[in-house]
C-alpha cells in the first residue's frame, strides 16, 4: 500500500480533537420542553414530534450514586430525544433514558424487580416495532442475539446467580448499542424529521386512586411534574403519524393526565412500630437502597424503566 494511501486513512480514523470554546456545539439556552398548552393536539392529547437522535453514554459508576453495585465500573446508558421541529430556537424536547440494571435475586426472572429489565426491553421493542418492523415481519434471529443479554445470572432451577458487574455492563453496553445501530440502518436510520409519529407524553398517571408523576418524585426536583413517557407502556404510547387516520393510541383520561395534578401529601405514620433499619424519629423510614443521593442531582428513587429528563451532568456516574 502506497504512503499517500496510509496517510489517507490515517486522516479518516484520526478522531476530530474537540476544544473548550464557542463552536457551533454550543448551546448557549436550555433546551424547551413540550408543553400541552401549545404543543398537544386538542381533540386527543397527543404531541406529533420524531425521535431527533439516539445515544449511548458512558461513564464511570460511583459508589454513592443509584448505580453503587457497579461502583468503579464503566457504565452504559441509552438516550433516546424527542423532538417537534429542526429549529433549535423554537423546537420542543424530551429525553426517554435507560439505564444499567444490578443482577441481584430481586431482578431475575420472577424476582420482584424482574419488571425493572423486563420494562427496557420491552421499551426497546416497542419503538423498533413503531419504526422499523410496522407489523409486517418479524425479528431476524440476528437481531435478537443482537439484543439480547450475554449474562445469565440464574439457574436451570431459577436461583440467582452471581455475575460481576463489568460482565453486566458490557453485555447491557452490547444492547444499547447495537440497537443504536439498527436504528441508524446503515447510514439510512429509520427515525428522523421525515418519520414523524404520535406520542403520548403525560405529566401524572394514577395508581391506586393516587396521582403520582411521570416524571421526578418529589415537588423539589427541577423536572417534577414534566412531560414524560410513561413508565410503562400499555396499549402503546407511539406511533407512526398518518394524517389521514386517528391514531389507535389513547389518552386514558381517568388515569393519565397531560395536566399538573396536585398530589395529596401523605402523613407519617407516628403510631406504627419502626421497621427494623427504619429512622426512629418521626415515624419516617431511612432511605431504602437503590436510592440516589446526588445520583441525579436530587434524591430520588432510582427507576432504571421511568423517563428521565437528564443532561450528561446528572447522569449517576
Known amino acids: 500500500m502506497s504512503t499517500e494511501n496510509n496517510e489517507k486513512q490515517a486522516a479518516v480514523a484520526a478522531p476530530k480533537k474537540i476544544r473548550r470554546g464557542v463552536s457551533n456545539a454550543t448551546r448557549a439556552t436550555s433546551r424547551k420542553k413540550f408543553d400541552e398548552k401549545t404543543d398537544a393536539n386538542p381533540s386527543n392529547g397527543l404531541f406529533v414530534g420524531f425521535i431527533e437522535s439516539l445515544e449511548v453514554r458512558k461513564g464511570i459508576a460511583k459508589d454513592d450514586s443509584s448505580l453503587a453495585w457497579f461502583a468503579g465500573v464503566e457504565v452504559p446508558s441509552l438516550h433516546i430525544t424527542f423532538s417537534n421541529g429542526t429549529d433549535p430556537s ?6 426517554k433514558s435507560f439505564f444499567v440494571v444490578p ?7 420472577g424476582g420482584k424487580a424482574a419488571w425493572q429489565v423486563d420494562n427496557i426491553f420491552r421499551w426497546l ?3 423498533y416495532d413503531v419504526f422499523v418492523l ?4 418479524e425479528m431476524t434471529e440476528e437481531e435478537e442475539l443482537m439484543l439480547g443479554l450475554d449474562f445469565e445470572d440464574f439457574d436451570d432451577n431459577g436461583d440467582y446467580v452471581s455475575v460481576d458487574p463489568a460482565v453486566v455492563a458490557a453485555s447491557y453496553d452490547k444492547v444499547f448499542t447495537n440497537f443504536v445501530a439498527l436504528m441508524n440502518n446503515n447510514g439510512n436510520p429509520y427515525y428522523g424529521p421525515t418519520k414523524k409519529c404520535w406520542i403520548k407524553l403525560l ?3 394514577k395508581n391506586k386512586g393516587e396521582w403520582s408523576p411521570v416524571v421526578g418524585s418529589k415537588p423539589s426536583d427541577s423536572n417534577y411534574g414534566d412531560l414524560g413517557l410513561p413508565t410503562f407502556i400499555g396499549e402503546g404510547c407511539l406511533e407512526l403519524y398518518d394524517n389521514s387516520k386517528a391514531p ?5 383520561p381517568i388515569k393519565e393526565s397531560i395536566r399538573f395534578q396536585q398530589v395529596a401529601a401523605k402523613q407519617p405514620n407516628l403510631g406504627a412500630p419502626a421497621a427494623p433499619g427504619a429512622a426512629q424519629m418521626g415515624g ?3 432511605m431504602p437502597m437503590g436510592t440516589a443521593p446526588g445520583g441525579f442531582g436530587t434524591e430520588v428513587a432510582f427507576n432504571p424503566a ?9 447522569l449517576p456516574f
Not at 248 to 252: R, S
Request: aromatic share 8%.
Open 90 to 95: 423554537t423546537a420542543k424536547y424530551y429525553t
Open 306 to 314: 421511568a423517563p428521565q429528563n437528564v443532561g450528561a451532568s446528572d
Open 284 to 286: 419516617i423510614p431511612s
Open 125 to 127: 421493542k416497542h419503538i
Open 203 to 205: 405529566r401524572f398517571t
Open 134 to 137: 410496522k407489523g409486517k415481519r
Open 248 to 252: 389507535t393510541i389513547k389518552v386514558d
Open 103 to 109: 443482577s441481584n435475586v430481586d431482578t431475575i426472572p
